[in-house]
């Protein structure tokens, strides 16, 4: 449950902290005290939208926090199911929910001090604490919002059911897309087996091996530059082996050789330098011979040369054709080669594809109709529990029925289409519940909403703002005592105009808001026993209160006291 709720420089409070007990905590007020503000704070709690308009005027940064009361087994549980860390959980039985705004737009969310992101801060948010206002009423008038609320009071099996019905949905419309791809007329299909083939004997026919365009390049830009090899090596050439007027470069090095081997007799020491003289000619002699090797193969062949270019021509039309290089056009060969087998094969696979839809088919519909039935037996409950709740809310003839439509066709949802109808007296027919007008008449069915499924989920805590929106006399004093009743096996927490629904109060908190050097401050004192009394005559008849009114409220305050002995027993 929650035990305490911080609030610093928000909207008009300024520094605020609410300790909550179990049981039923109202909050009362004068209009416009602040009470809403407490409810935007618990809706940052939740997730909410947090903006910079919030902070309070002359502050950066608005702070709300909230410390809730659960047990180990419960915090180890949401935590590793919702952020997958066990080791977030915090000291004993206590979890921190904290929420930044700054007027950058920066928004922080921590859970037990650590920084998490919003989306995990508000799945953890929504396991521990429930609001339910205006926009939770505007919700369930909404058609679309009822197979929702069905399903969450279904349990998790429907979860499960979903899970599988998404799994189905895959299979069949994976089947269904290659099928439609292989539904060709005998015309089509033999057109289409032509263009491939046309392209695939393309393909095979060049022979295309990888590698191949860069080496005839090389080949190409060889025979181009010719000439210029004849003459470049053409000239090394004469200068190893030497020209008509001067004598060659390995006869001077054969006329050093022997001087140094004339030499070396007469000094040992230069025989070495002989040796190194040798060994250049040598190499030089070799080299001289390679080249007159290359020179004499350096044969320009034009018929060689076409074949290299008409080659070169054929590559670059495939390439146009089937990709940006030889790798993409061997590969896209092979694509079509598989397309022509499985169009050769399609008829086998038609009906091997047909079986599969079929099955999936059949095992969507029965899963769907599994998901129906337990729908159906839920809304059985919901139908007769629901109109027992609104019976105890002073609505002793409302009828609460679901109904069932089927969809055309399969979604993740399964096909059954939920809308909720009403009656609130009898010889009424029954409407869609979208159409009812009655604020009051939507305020209990609200709480009866969340009497039943309260008994469905484990929400430690649920807070009420204003559910006695349209409802009077006789009727809040049931909305009163049902929300005591729920506040024995949830803490709830409730903001409240009437009278009858705040006599029920385990806690009582009053809203004020005062003027404070120039400023509008908000402020929140909880009740002792006299002090509710001057609060609940002050709900009665303002802020002039006679002694009549004050023992109207003691009266008041006393039934509820009876009543709340009773349900202790």
């Known amino acids: 449950m929650l035990t305490e709720l911080y609030i610093k420089d928000f909207a008009l409070i300024n520094e605020m902290k609410l300790s909550f007990d179990k049981g039923l905590n109202i909050m009362t007020g004068e209009t416009g005290a602040g009470k809403s503000i407490v409810i935007e704070a618990v809706k940052l709690i939740l997730g909410g939208r947090a903006a910079s308009e919030l902070i309070r005027s002359g502050k950066d940064r608005a702070v709300v926090e909230a410390v809730f009361q659960v047990s180990p087994s419960f915090q180890g549980k949401l935590l590793q199911e919702v952020t997958g860390d066990k080791e977030m959980a915090g000291e004993e039985d206590l979890l921190f929910l904290g929420r930044e705004l700054s007027s950058t737009g920066k928004n922080t969310c921590r859970l037990n001090g650590r920084m998490i992101p919003l989306n995990l801060f508000r799945e953890v948010g929504q396991f521990i604490i429930e609001l339910h206002g205006q926009g939770q009423q505007q919700l369930l008038s909404k058609s679309s919002y009822h197979l929702e609320l069905l399903d969450n009071l279904a349990g998790r099996e429907v979860q499960r059911y979903k899970g599988e019905i998404k799994k189905l949905l895959r299979e069949k419309e994976k089947a269904s897309k290659e099928l439609n791809s292989l539904y060709l007329n005998n015309e089509e299909k033999e057109r289409k087996l032509d263009f491939l083939r046309h392209q695939s004997g393309e393909i095979k026919k060049a022979n295309l091996s990888p590698g191949e365009e860069e080496s005839l390049r090389e080949e190409k830009e060889k025979m181009d530059n010719l000439d210029k090899l004849k003459s470049r090596l053409g000239f090394a050439y004469e200068e190893l082996y030497g020209g008509s007027n001067t004598p060659s470069l390995i ?319």
Request: charge should be negative; charged fraction near 30%.
């Open 251 to 569: 006869e001077r090095l054969g006329v050093i050789k022997k001087e140094l081997e004339y030499l070396s007799r007469l000094e040992a020491s230069l025989t070495s330098r002989g040796q190194v003289v040798e060994e250049a000619l040598n190499l030089l002699t070799e080299t001289g011979l390679e080249i007159k090797e290359y020179l004499d193969n350096l044969i320009y062949d034009p018929e060689r040369m076409a074949e290299i270019q008409s080659r070169l021509e054929l590559l670059n039309d495939l390439k146009r054709k089937y990709g940006s290089n030889l790798e993409d056009i061997i590969n896209y060969g092979e694509e079509v080669e598989g397309e022509i087998d499985r169009l050769l094969k399609s008829e086998e696979r038609v009906k091997k594809l047909t079986k599969e839809t079929e099955e999936a088919e059949r095992e969507l519909t029965r899963v769907c109709e599994e998901l129906s039935q337990l729908r159906k037996e839920t809304a059985g409950y919901l139908e007769n529990s629901i109109s027992k709740v609104l019976n105890q809310l002073e609505m002793p003839h409302a009828v609460f029925k679901v109904s069932f439509e089927r969809e055309e066709s399969f979604t993740e949802e399964g096909f059954d289409r939920v809308e909720f109808f009403f009656s609130a007296n009898p010889g009424e027919p029954l409407k869609p519940l979208s159409r009812i007008a009655s604020g009051g008449e939507m305020s209990r069915i609200m709480l009866a909403f969340r009497t039943v499924s309260a008994q469905a989920d484990e929400i430690p805590s649920i807070v009420f703002d204003e559910v006695d929106a349209g409802i009077g006399g006789s009727a809040l004093q049931a909305v009163g005592e049902k929300l005591s009743t729920l506040s024995r096996s949830r803490q709830v927490i409730c903001v409240t105009h009437s009278p009858q629904i705040a006599s029920m109060a385990d806690s009582h908190y009053l809203i004020n808001k005062e003027i404070q050097g120039g400023r509008t401050l908000t402020s929140v004192h909880r009740l002792e026993e006299k002090e509710r009394s001057k609060e609940i005559a002050r709900m009665i008849d303002g802020f002039q209160t006679s002694s009549l009114t004050l023992k109207h409220a003691e009266e008041i305050l006393k039934k509820a006291s009876v009543f709340k002995g009773n349900l202790e027993k």
